[in-house]
T-cell receptor, first 112, second 113 residues
Framework: DTAVSQTPKYLVTQMGNDKSIKCEQNLGHDTMYWYKQDSKKFLKIMFSYNNKELIINETVPNRFSPKSPDKAHLNLHINSLELGDSAVYFC???????????FGDGTRLSIL | DQQVKQNSPSLSVQEGRISILNCDYTNSMFDYFLWYKKYPAEGPTFLISISSIKDKNEDGRFTVFLNKSAKHLSLHIVPSQPGDSAVYFCAASSQGGSEKLVFGKGTKLTVNP
């Protein structure tokens, strides 16, 4: 039973489209995160939510909008996709208080 | 500005020998450090962590050492096994940093049979 699951695993789409990535965790953790791994392989935080409240919002274009309908879900919606958005997006869940975060398997987004 | 650096992009060791992966950081506010292992097409998997109040933490074949004065940590794997072949990421966070993890670029470890 996967602890953090993301869908879809692969997403290929055209520039200018709007797309969403879904994330669900069954760990019961209060905090969820979105990270982006770019072509240089750096994993960087984008957002975090704690109990449906936005906690971290790094310097991310406002075309990216996270939505947390409940504690177990954190979705990522991206408007007007650009070539530079091509990356692997990872969702994670954690308890905070200096405890490990647990990651999903990633969504590879490719913009044509 | 890289706050967490893994200067070796790759490391190759023989099965049964020790693997030592290194990580340096620049932000003195970091007080919690983690190592993650990542296989292709999978997410990072938590391996081991250490708080800044300790200088060593051990879990089976994995030991993490922290040298705060040098702002350096290392992961030792003894003995190394072929299944350990993966990319290893060092990460750090700070109290009051909302548990934001700052990652290094990763070191690809290859353990040869």
């Amino acid at each position: 039973d996967t602890a953090v699951s993301q869908t879809p695993k692969y997403l290929v789409t055209q520039m200018g489209n709007d797309k969403s990535i879904k994330c669900e965790q069954n760990l019961g953790h209060d905090t969820m995160y979105w990270y982006k791994q770019d072509s240089k392989k750096f994993l960087k935080i984008m957002f975090s939510y704690n109990n449906k409240e936005l906690i971290i919002n790094e310097t991310v274009p406002n075309r990216f909008s996270p939505k947390s309908p409940d504690k177990a879900h954190l979705n990522l919606h991206i408007n007007s996709l650009e070539l530079g958005d091509s990356a692997v997006y990872f969702c994670a869940a954690g308890r905070g208080d200096h405890q490990p975060q647990h990651f999903g398997d990633g969504t590879r987004l490719s913009i044509l | 500005d890289q706050q967490v650096k893994q200067n070796s992009p790759s490391l190759s060791v023989q099965e049964g020998r020790i693997s030592i992966l290194n990580c340096d950081y620049t932000n003195s506010m970091f007080d919690y450090f983690l190592w993650y292992k990542k296989y292709p097409a999978e997410g990072p998997t938590f391996l081991i962590s250490i708080s800044s109040i300790k200088d060593k933490n051990e879990d089976g074949r994995f030991t993490v050492f922290l040298n705060k004065s040098a702002k350096h940590l290392s992961l030792h794997i003894v003995p190394s096994q072929p299944g350990d072949s993966a990319v290893y990421f060092c990460a750090a966070s700070s109290q009051g940093g909302s548990e934001k993890l700052v990652f290094g670029k990763g070191t690809k470890l290859t353990v040869n049979p």
